[in-house]
């Protein structure tokens, strides 16, 4: 026979054993416990940046660069067209003896490609084709960086959201005691107050972060260049921090093999050649031609070459703005290589920053952390302590383990840049 139990009593057991007896009435369903009843597709790293190359509009554009200027080095090579002129009249006889009739004539005129024209036009074509190639690898570099950092970004606002929702797990339990002592007398209804306030804006966090997340998502979406479910879940972890080269050593493969400075010198040697196709041309570019003359009573061939007289111009124009454009493109290339060794030393001092602040993290600070909450709530389970110091603890660990998290993706976020910076990707150097 089963004894009924009074309500008051049931109150007392539940705040001895730390719990409320409607805890779970009062629990709102988990957000991730929501998500995880419905299996979602996942998408690693790899699986994204294959997508990326195969759907991104950004290499379409950089491959279609690259035909336009393969056309222009078939431009280049291409021999001039030779000209034919047919005529035809009639001929009148305007002194005795002379037959009348109908004349005709027939020429033909070749122009000749001087091979000191022809050989830097097409060197000037093969160089923009060449920088085009540089173009395409770098185009390709700065998209897969992308697509890491923003789906590193998206594990990251994940995890921000898995910390939210704990600190609100944990101020509900807080909550549900609480509730339980004013039930019973055991504590005034505003500490009840205080923390429902608290609860609440932990609750407003979570949706945040949860926003977050899906913004992110979608940012990852657009660099991918569609072809991704809206649903779709990215799964990863941090890459390890592997032994680092020196400084200067990132700095040595950096100029010597990223595709913006091999870039700059193909234009530097596009622009140079296009000096001397321009200085080619003041040499005058003879013509052959070859025709016949048909009339009544006789017919006539006749051969010869036509040589244009560079008397008015000499192409002084033409001349001064190639040599123009190959300073400005000497130029350039030296502003990109000083901007090039400025990221490199200011992601390089990132990394530097981001393994103190983790060493830290790791040598105690967030152990310090989660002894200090598990402290103040032993003690205000028993009563020893108000909720307050609970509170301060808890903050105190969110902000420990938020920074923590920043520290760490601050680590991949500079790592992400410099193997950019040094085309790893290109080299096919492992991470």
Request: net charge neutral.
């Amino acid at each position: 026979m089963t004894l009924p139990v009074p309500a008051g009593l049931c109150l007392v057991l539940a705040a001895i054993a730390g719990i409320a007896p409607d805890a779970t009435a009062q629990t709102p369903t988990p957000p991730a416990a929501a998500e995880a009843s419905a299996p979602r597709p996942s998408l690693t790293l790899e699986q994204a940046l294959d997508l990326a190359e195969r759907h991104s509009p950004r290499l379409q554009t950089a491959l279609a660069e690259i035909e336009r200027l393969r056309s222009g080095v078939v431009t280049a090579r291409t021999y001039p067209n030779p000209e034919l002129e047919l005529s035809t009249g009639g001929v009148r006889a305007r002194v005795p003896g002379v037959t009348a009739g109908n004349g005709s004539s027939a020429a033909i005129t070749q122009p000749i490609d001087l091979p000191t024209q022809r050989a830097p036009r097409i060197a000037a074509a093969e160089s923009g084709l060449e920088g085009a190639r540089h173009a395409f690898d770098e185009a390709r570099l700065l998209l897969r960086a992308d697509i890491r950092q923003s789906f590193y970004l998206a594990l990251r606002r994940k995890a921000e959201f898995d910390l939210a929702f704990e600190n609100q797990r944990l101020l509900e339990q807080i909550r549900n005691r609480i509730e339980l002592s004013v039930r019973v007398g055991e504590r005034a209804r505003y500490e009840l107050v205080r923390i429902e306030a608290e609860f609440a804006s932990a609750v407003n966090q979570t949706n945040s972060a949860r926003l977050r997340v899906t913004q992110a998502l979608a940012q990852l979406r657009v660099l991918l260049g569609g072809g991704l479910p809206p649903d779709t879940d990215v799964r990863g972890e941090l890459a390890p921090l592997a032994p680092e080269d020196p400084y200067e050593a990132y700095q040595a493969r950096m100029l010597a093999r990223y595709p913006a400075l091999q870039r700059t010198r193909a234009e530097i040697e596009r622009t140079r050649n296009r000096v001397d196709a321009e200085r080619a041309l003041r040499v005058p570019r003879p013509s052959l031609f070859a025709g016949i003359d048909r009339d009544p009573e006789m017919s006539r061939g006749i051969a010869g070459v036509s040589i244009p007289i560079p008397v008015w111009d000499r192409r002084a124009g033409p001349i001064g703005e190639a040599v123009a454009q190959f300073q400005q493109a000497t130029l350039a290339g030296e502003q990109r290589r000083i901007e090039l060794l400025g990221e490199l030393e200011i992601n390089w001092n990132r990394l530097l920053v981001a393994r103190q602040q983790i060493a830290a993290f790791e040598g105690g600070l967030l152990r310090q952390a989660e002894n200090g909450l598990r402290v103040a709530e032993n003690a205000f389970r028993f009563g020893e302590r108000g909720f307050l110091e609970v509170l301060d603890a808890q903050r105190t660990l969110r902000t420990v383990r938020t920074d923590f998290l920043n520290a760490r993706f601050e680590k991949q976020s500079a790592l992400i840049e410099l193997d950019r910076l040094i085309a790893r990707d290109l080299a096919g150097e492992p991470r």
